[in-house]
């Protein structure tokens, strides 16, 4: 596609760094923020209501909550809690929607200034005019907690992840740590040494097994808090050498039509920028033994994030420069990309799921991933559905392909059929 347009479906008055879909509400969560620098730019997490009106997608605000002095680098969703990682802690939010909107508390008592249990309610949409009703669920939003996740110099939590049925709480800090909670008590059941500095990304399946990448160069699969296997997904590529490439991203993924298999998905970019760049490589395991499958170079521009779509069908790709590309996971083939759709590095990718709220909200279209980045605004990305035709027309049309070429042979040449 190239360089291509993408309007914007949300711009938010703050840089945002993360972006998740709420499976049963179809809510997108974007969060962001600048930090606690005295710039004037605010920190929040922003629930936004998407729809498909006439094949156009549009969002509005359905509530904003405010982190102010923290800014939310990463997130993650169990239900209607949120993980939100902030600074060296990670922040327990949990949203609700109510049909009925909450009274309005006089001012001064019970006030409050914006701290410990938050409940607010904003109307749907920054355009709103008195008079008018809005029958659409209003959120309310409360602290439930926080744990300190990092404890290095620089202090900041890398990524965070729930398990599959959201019993514990996976987080991966700057200080090389992978510590993990049980959730909802939040009792701390491992803490150990992954990765010599940053855990760049983590990723969690069903059985505790835990995939972490770190900026030593090493992606490193552990059973509980015991390593397991570390990858090497260039073992069977001689010409490129050790430590000319470091993992970026991780994720595990199903395979479609085959409910028992897994694929995990790595990211490599190259550990130095040069002018000229080499290429980033994009690369499939197999979830169970851990053997690679498929490795493929996936262009210049050095990657940023990674995800994958419910059925793990499609794999998205958010680059530095601001472009976005969509692979297709079984052959790992580009069937989407936009350059520059952002101004800046994308910093967060999710695909619309697969869920009654989230097809409702794709529509006819085959598959939707929206990104978030610096430059403060929410795209949508989509994959309109590929024209197919039924097996019986197909079938007819060659039935009536052979006839016509034996009409025409009885025609030119009498008496040979």
Known sequence: MGKYKVPDLYRAPFPL??????????????????????????????????????????ASLAHSFDTDPRATMNLALGDNVIAAGQDTSCQLLRFRECSDKPEAKPPGK??????????????????STPGTHDDSPQITVETLGEVQTDFSPDGLQKCVQFSVDHSLLVTGGADGHVRVWEFPAMKKKLDFKAHDGEIEDLDII??????TVGRDFKCCVWQNDQLATALRWNENMPNIPEKMYRYQACRFAKVEDQPDALRLYTVQIPHKRDR???????????GSNFLP???????????SCLAVSDSGTFLGLGMVT???????????????????????????????????????????????????????????????????????????????????????????????I
Request: net charge positive; charged share 20%; glycine share 12%.
């Open 276 to 286: 000229k760049p080499p290429p980033c490589y994009l690369t499939k395991w197999d």
């Open 206 to 211: 069903q059985d505790s097994k835990i995939v």
């Open 17 to 58: 760094y993360t972006v998740r879909v709420h499976r049963d509400t179809g809510l997108v969560i974007t969060a962001g923020g600048g930090g606690a620098s005295k710039t004037g730019i605010k920190n929040g997490v922003h629930f936004l209501r998407v729809e498909l009106v006439e094949g156009q997608f549009s």
């Open 293 to 303: 499958l498929l490795t493929r170079p996936c262009g210049n521009e050095v990657i």
């Open 322 to 416: 601001g472009s976005v590309a969509i692979y297709i996971s079984f052959s790992l083939q580009k069937l989407y990309y936009v350059q520059e759709a952002h101004g800046i590095v994308v910093t967060g990718l999710a695909f619309l799921p697969d869920t009654k709220q989230g097809l409702k909200i794709l529509g006819d279209n085959e598959a939707a991933m929206l990104s978030v980045a610096v430059d403060s605004r929410c795209k949508m990305h989509v994959l309109p559905s590929r024209r197919t035709f039924p097996v019986w027309l197909v079938l007819l049309l060659c039935a009536l392909m052979v006839i016509f070429v034996i009409l025409l042979l009885q025609h030119a040449f009498p008496g040979l």
């Open 110 to 127: 019970g006030g409050g200034d914006g701290r410990g249990a938050h409940r607010r309610k904003v109307q749907a949409g920054s355009d």
